[in-house]
Structures are given as structure tokens and as C-alpha cells.
């Protein structure tokens, strides 16, 4: 399997980074636990894209090593803005509560910081008191790390997993057998990419969701390929259940900076009007497209569909039923307000004569 093929070969580049003198064919493959004819087509495999490397013998013996060129055999050289940028990540991963990857990197980074010296990590500390990372929005999925590290060892090795899964509305967590195809950072939550034998279908799965997770000992190949793009090319963001639709919505002339700065969709059309703009998406109506509507509240009116434009007016008599005051407080304010308007009118009146 390809995921099986690079992950050794990740390996194996790693082994020989360690042994500097080299290493025979029959050590790697001992230590990987394959044959030695993998292990010579994983090696020409790694020639293949670049990676430099001798063979000397010895006798019968053929040890393999990294040449002194590369790179691996030397260390990678990071400069101050390399290694700022590295700790800025590190704290966006923690942010959005995405580990494993920020216990990774924030391991990898102690590393960094113990061969820096001691004045140059002193100009690295400034550099990163003056950069943070919001935690709003931060993912559940830091408090369950082996489920995500569980999810991303059976992505590598292209394995089916079993999972408990609380799915919304229900009462109970269910099983779900899925194939994974790819773990997707969005908007502060982690999800699950998954062919989902029960469905037939791929969908998306929130990580913050799986319960618990099991590898199954079973392989699988992608149906056809899998292209993130194309999966969710009518979605506003995560969620593709609903219809595609052709949004229409103007935007008032003190909001239209925000559609002439992004691109919230790539469909996204704008047509200048006097007052405000008019916003064209081609997109798939869901739930999380009407909460961003109404994110804008009166300074977006949508224009198109019907039906959508129908759904928000029945929700604005809806919420003007629920904030408008009792008939009692009305009739009492509405006194108030005539003898406020005729108070002024007799001061007026008054200033007249």
C-alpha cells in the first residue's frame, strides 16, 4: 500500500540519518521487519527523489549511508524568522486544541531552543512575546489527543477504523465503519474525512464526536481518488447537506469593505450598487450559511431565493414575537410616548407666542 510504502521509507531515512557510518542491507531490514529485497527498492526509491547516498563494501558486506551533502547528514540550518515562524505555529496548533501535532511540534521546538545560544534565544524570546494566537473557537479534540493520534496512525496506513460516534440528535453513540481519507483543520474544529460503509458514502465527521477508536487489522484503497476540493466545492464551509442555491444578498455601503477584502466562497460574485453591494454565491444551504447571514443582522438583506428570503422573514416575526413587550407594557409606553409629543408640542407652542 502507498501510505504503508512512504511511512517506511520515512523510516528508513531516519535510520540512516542516526548511523553516520551506514548500516547493511540485512540491519534495515531486520529493524524495519521486511525483506531485503524491500529494502533495496525502498533505497532506490529514496535515490530516486534525491537523497544522496553511498554504499561501501566491506568484504562481503555493503553498508549504506547518507552522502556528506545531505542535507539530513548535516542538520537543517533555521534562521531567527524560521524559527519565530515555527513557535507561531506551535501556538496556533495549541489554540485550536489541535494535538497531537502541537505536543510534536512544541517537542521538536525544545529541541531548537537547546542548540540556540544563549544571547540569540534571548532575541528569540522577544521576537515571541510580541505574537499570540487567540484560543476562541479552541477544539475539544485536546482533551481525547490519542483518538486524533489513533485517527492519523490509520490515515498513514490506509486502515479501516471503528468508531463510537455521537452523532447530533441522537440519544446514544453509534458504531460507524469508516475508511479515513483525510483529517480537516477548520475554523477552530478538527474533522474526520471518511468513505462510511453504513452511508455508502464519504462524509464528515467532528473528531470532538468519536467517542472511542479502534484500528481494524483490514487495508483499503481510496474509491477513485479522493479531491478536497471537489468535495466540497458547493459547501460555504464545512457542511454540504442541503441544496444548492444562488444567493443574492446586499450589503450596506458600511459592511462593504468585508466582501471587496475576502473571498468567502470561491463562486463569490460582487456587482456595485449605489448604497451597498450586491453579493452572488453559488452554495449549498445549510445551517452554517444562515448563521453567518445573520451575523451581519440588518446591515444584509437577502434578495434571492424565495424560499430563503421567505425562512428569514418568519424568523423576524419570530424573534419580534418573543422581544416585543407585553400588550400591558405596550399600552403603558405608548402613553407615555403621546404625553412626551405633547409636552413638547405645548413647549413649542409656548416658544411660539
Not at 1 to 27: F, H, I, P, Y
Request: include cysteine.
Amino acid at each position: 500500500m502507498r501510505g504503508d510504502q512512504l511511512t517506511r521509507q520515512w523510516k528508513l531515512l531516519a535510520m540512516l540519518e542516526k548511523r553516520r557510518t551506514g548500516a547493511t542491507v540485512g540491519e534495515l531490514s531486520a529493524e524495519l521487519k521486511v525483506s531485503v529485497r524491500t529494502v533495496y527498492r525502498d533505497l532506490e526509491v529514496l535515490q530516486d527523489v534525491g537523497v544522496p547516498m553511498v554504499a561501501e563494501r566491506d568484504g562481503a558486506e555493503v553498508s549504506w549511508r547518507l552522502a556528506g551533502d545531505c542535507p539530513w547528514s548535516k542538520g537543517v540550518p533555521l534562521t531567527l524568522d524560521e524559527v519565530v515562524a515555527l513557535h507561531v505555529a506551535g501556538d496556533f496548533l495549541d489554540a485550536r486544541g489541535s494535538d497531537p501535532w502541537s505536543e510534536g511540534l512544541r517537542a521538536a521546538l525544545e529541541k531548537v531552543r537547546a542548540a540556540v545560544p544563549g544571547k540569540l534565544l534571548e532575541r528569540l524570546r522577544e521576537h515571541l512575546e510580541v505574537v499570540s494566537a487567540s484560543e476562541r473557537g479552541r477544539s475539544g479534540s485536546a482533551t481525547r489527543p490519542g483518538v486524533v493520534a489513533t485517527v492519523g496512525r490509520a490515515l498513514c496506513e490506509r486502515r479501516r477504523l471503528m468508531m463510537i460516534y455521537a452523532t447530533p440528535g441522537k440519544k446514544k453513540p453509534g458504531p460507524r465503519l469508516v475508511e479515513p481519507l483525510r483529517l480537516h483543520l477548520h475554523d477552530g474544529g478538527l474533522y474526520l474525512i471518511a468513505d462510511d460503509a453504513k452511508r455508502g458514502e464519504v462524509r464528515t465527521f467532528l473528531v470532538d464526536r468519536i467517542q472511542k477508536v479502534e484500528i481494524l487489522e483490514e487495508r483499503f484503497e481510496p474509491k477513485g481518488g479522493f479531491d478536497l476540493d471537489a468535495y466540497f466545492a458547493d459547501a460555504f464551509a464545512i457542511y454540504r447537506g442541503g441544496h444548492r442555491i444562488h444567493l443574492v444578498a446586499m450589503l450596506d455601503e458600511g459592511i462593504a469593505h468585508l466582501a471587496r477584502e475576502r473571498r468567502w466562497h470561491p463562486s463569490q460574485e460582487l456587482r456595485q450598487h449605489e448604497g451597498g453591494v450586491e453579493l452572488h454565491l453559488d452554495v449549498v444551504d445549510t445551517p452554517e450559511l444562515r448563521a453567518w447571514l445573520r451575523g451581519f443582522g440588518p446591515a444584509l438583506t437577502v434578495v434571492k431565493p424565495a424560499a430563503l428570503v421567505k425562512a428569514f422573514a418568519e424568523e423576524a416575526r419570530e424573534l419580534l414575537r418573543r422581544y416585543a413587550p407585553p400588550p400591558r407594557e405596550r399600552r403603558v409606553r405608548g402613553r407615555r410616548e403621546m404625553a412626551a409629543r405633547s409636552r413638547t408640542r405645548k413647549s413649542k407652542e409656548v416658544r411660539e407666542d
